[in-house]
C-alpha cells in the first residue's frame, strides 16, 4: 500500500506543467500578468508543477517558437491570450502551424458566437468567424461569457507528446472554463489519480508571509492534503487540495487541516470558496439585524460599491438589516447640509472620522454609520487611513497603514473598512450588534 502511494507520487513529479501569456500589452509592461500567477496556483493544488513560464509578443513566428519550445519540455501547456478576432489574435494559427494541422471552420462554434451577438441585437462582424476556427483534431473548450472558445489539443514535439490547453486572456473567462472544462480533463488524465477534492479558506488581516508563519508547517510542499496560498489586493486565500479513495475520504482530510487553519488565525478566517470580505460583513449584519449606512471621503466610492454589489447577490431580508446608503465625498469637498459636519473640526481641515460616522447614522436613520476618511501619507512611504464605527452607544475608531501603488490602496482601505465592520460585528459587541 506504502509502495503503491509512492509510485503515485512519483508518477505525479514526472508530469509539469508550462503557462503561456500572450500578448504585447504583457511583453511591453503595459499590463501585468495574473493569468499565469493563477493557473499556477491551481495547477500546485492538483499536484502538477508549473517548471516554466513564458511570455510572448502577438507575432506568429514568436508564437510558434513559445509553443515549440514550452510542448518540447512539459506535459500540459496551459496558455492565455490571443483568441480575439483580430488579425494579430494569432494563438489558433501558432497551434495549426505547430501540429501541422489546417483551421477548420466548426459550426456549432460558429452559431454559438453568432447567438451571443443575436441576444444583444446587433450584427456579427466578419471577422468574429475566426473564433469558431480550430486546428484539425483540436477539442473546443465551452466559454460561456464571452466569444472566443479555448482549444484543447495534442501536439507531437521533440519525440514527445504534450496537451495544450489555449484560453481566452479575459480572466473572468479563463477562470470559467478552468473549472469548467480545462480542470476535469486535466483530473481525468493524471495517472492512477483517485479523487481529489478542493476548498478554498478566505482570510483578511494580515499579509501573506504573516499567515504562512501562523500556520504549523501546512504550507509546503509534498504535503497531503496539499495546502497552497496566494494573495489578492491583500485577500488571502488558502487553497486546500486531499488526494483520496473517494469524496467522502478527501473530504475528512480536508476538515482536519481546515480546523487547523482556522483554530490558528481565528477571525482572521472570514469564509470559504468564493466568499469575500463583503459578503461576510452583510451576513453579519443581517444576523445582528443591523442597518447600516457608509460615508467614505477620498476612496470612490469602493465601499458602498462592494456593499451594495454583494448584497444584490446575497438578497438579505430588509427587515434583517443590511447596507441602506452610501454617501461618496471627494477628498476637499463640501459635505452636504444634511449630514450636519462643518469641513473645519479636524486639525487637516476634514471632519475626523468619528463625527462623520455619527452624523451618518443619524442623517441616515440607521443602527450603524461607518467613515472612511481620505488617504494621507504615512510612515514609511505608507498611506493612512481613519475608520469609523458609530452605534447608539458611541463611535469606535482605527487607523489603518496601507501600502502599494494608488489603486491597491483603494482597493486596501474598501477591504480594510468593510472588514473592520466585520470584525466589530463578529465580537458580538452589544453596542454594535444590539445585544
Known amino acids: 500500500m506504502v509502495q503503491d502511494k509512492d509510485r503515485e507520487a512519483?508518477?505525479?513529479?514526472?508530469?509539469?506543467?508550462?503557462?503561456?501569456?500572450?500578448?504585447?500589452?504583457?511583453?511591453?509592461?503595459?499590463?501585468?500578468?495574473?493569468?499565469?500567477?493563477?493557473?499556477?496556483?491551481?495547477?500546485?493544488?492538483?499536484?502538477?508543477?508549473?517548471?516554466?513560464?513564458?511570455?510572448?509578443?502577438?507575432?506568429?513566428?514568436?508564437?510558434?517558437?513559445?509553443?515549440?519550445?514550452?510542448?518540447?519540455?512539459?506535459?500540459?501547456v496551459l496558455a492565455?491570450?490571443?483568441?480575439?478576432?483580430?488579425?494579430?489574435?494569432?494563438?489558433?494559427?501558432?497551434?495549426?502551424?505547430?501540429?501541422?494541422?489546417?483551421?477548420?471552420?466548426?459550426?456549432?462554434?460558429?452559431?454559438?458566437?453568432?447567438?451571443?451577438?443575436?441576444?444583444?441585437?446587433?450584427?456579427?462582424?466578419?471577422?468574429?468567424?475566426?473564433?469558431?476556427?480550430?486546428?484539425?483534431?483540436?477539442?473546443?473548450?465551452?466559454?460561456?461569457?464571452?466569444?472566443?472558445?479555448?482549444?484543447?489539443?495534442?501536439?507531437?514535439?521533440?519525440?514527445?507528446?504534450?496537451?495544450?490547453?489555449?484560453?481566452?486572456?479575459?480572466?473572468?473567462?479563463?477562470?470559467?472554463?478552468?473549472?469548467?472544462?480545462?480542470?476535469?480533463?486535466?483530473?481525468?488524465?493524471?495517472?492512477?489519480?483517485?479523487?481529489?477534492?478542493?476548498?478554498?479558506?478566505?482570510?483578511?488581516?494580515?499579509?501573506?508571509?504573516?499567515?504562512?508563519?501562523?500556520?504549523?508547517?501546512?504550507?509546503?510542499?509534498?504535503?497531503?492534503?496539499?495546502?497552497?496560498?496566494?494573495?489578492?489586493?491583500?485577500?488571502?486565500?488558502?487553497?486546500?487540495?486531499?488526494?483520496?479513495?473517494?469524496?467522502?475520504?478527501?473530504?475528512?482530510?480536508i476538515a482536519t487541516t481546515e480546523a487547523t487553519i482556522r483554530d490558528c488565525l481565528g477571525p482572521l478566517v472570514f469564509g470559504a470558496e468564493d466568499d469575500e470580505v463583503e459578503d461576510a460583513a452583510l451576513r453579519a449584519l443581517a444576523s445582528a439585524g443591523r442597518s447600516l449606512a457608509v460615508v467614505e471621503v477620498g476612496t470612490a466610492g469602493r465601499v458602498a460599491a462592494l456593499l451594495a454589489s454583494a448584497q444584490a447577490l446575497l438578497r438579505p431580508a430588509a427587515e434583517a438589516g443590511g447596507f441602506r446608503a452610501g454617501l461618496v465625498l471627494a477628498p476637499g469637498a463640501e459635505p452636504p447640509a444634511f449630514l450636519g459636519v462643518d469641513r473645519s473640526p479636524g486639525p487637516d481641515g476634514r471632519p475626523p472620522a468619528a463625527t462623520v460616522a455619527a452624523r451618518a447614522r443619524e442623517a441616515f436613520g440607521t443602527d450603524l454609520g461607518l467613515a472612511v476618511g481620505p488617504a494621507r501619507p504615512g510612515p514609511e512611504g505608507r498611506a493612512t487611513i481613519d475608520i469609523a464605527l458609530a452605534s447608539a452607544a458611541g463611535v469606535e475608531r482605527s487607523e489603518h497603514l496601507l501600502g502599494g501603488g494608488p489603486d491597491i490602496v483603494l482597493a486596501r482601505a474598501a477591504k480594510a473598512a468593510i472588514d473592520f465592520l466585520r470584525l466589530a460585528l463578529a465580537a458580538g459587541k452589544p453596542e454594535v450588534c444590539g445585544r
Open 80 to 253: 492565455t491570450g490571443g483568441l480575439g478576432p483580430t488579425a494579430d489574435d494569432l494563438t489558433r494559427d501558432v497551434l495549426a502551424a505547430l501540429g501541422g494541422a489546417p483551421l477548420e471552420l466548426d459550426a456549432a462554434a460558429l452559431a454559438a458566437v453568432e447567438s451571443r451577438f443575436a441576444r444583444r441585437s446587433a450584427p456579427m462582424p466578419a471577422s468574429n468567424r475566426r473564433q469558431a476556427m480550430f486546428p484539425r483534431g483540436s477539442r473546443i473548450i465551452p466559454n460561456p461569457d464571452g466569444t472566443a472558445p479555448g482549444i484543447d489539443l495534442d501536439i507531437v514535439a521533440s519525440g514527445r507528446r504534450s496537451r495544450v490547453f489555449a484560453l481566452p486572456g479575459v480572466p473572468a473567462e479563463m477562470r470559467t472554463m478552468w473549472q469548467a472544462s480545462v480542470l476535469p480533463a486535466l483530473l481525468a488524465a493524471l495517472p492512477d489519480r483517485g479523487t481529489i477534492v478542493q476548498r478554498r479558506i478566505k482570510c483578511y488581516g494580515a499579509g501573506e508571509s504573516a499567515i504562512e508563519a501562523m500556520l504549523p508547517d501546512l504550507v509546503r510542499r509534498g504535503r497531503d492534503p496539499l495546502v497552497g496560498i496566494t494573495a489578492h489586493e491583500a485577500t488571502i486565500t488558502l487553497r486546500i487540495a486531499a488526494r483520496g479513495r473517494d469524496e467522502a475520504d478527501c473530504r475528512a482530510r
Open 10 to 76: 512519483d508518477d505525479l513529479m514526472l508530469l509539469r506543467a508550462e503557462v503561456i501569456a500572450i500578448g504585447d500589452e504583457l511583453t511591453t509592461g503595459q499590463r501585468l500578468d495574473t493569468n499565469s500567477r493563477w493557473l499556477s496556483a491551481e495547477l500546485a493544488t492538483i499536484g502538477i508543477p508549473v517548471a516554466f513560464h513564458t511570455t510572448a509578443p502577438d507575432t506568429l513566428e514568436a508564437g510558434i517558437e513559445a509553443f515549440r519550445v514550452a510542448t518540447g519540455r512539459a506535459d500540459f
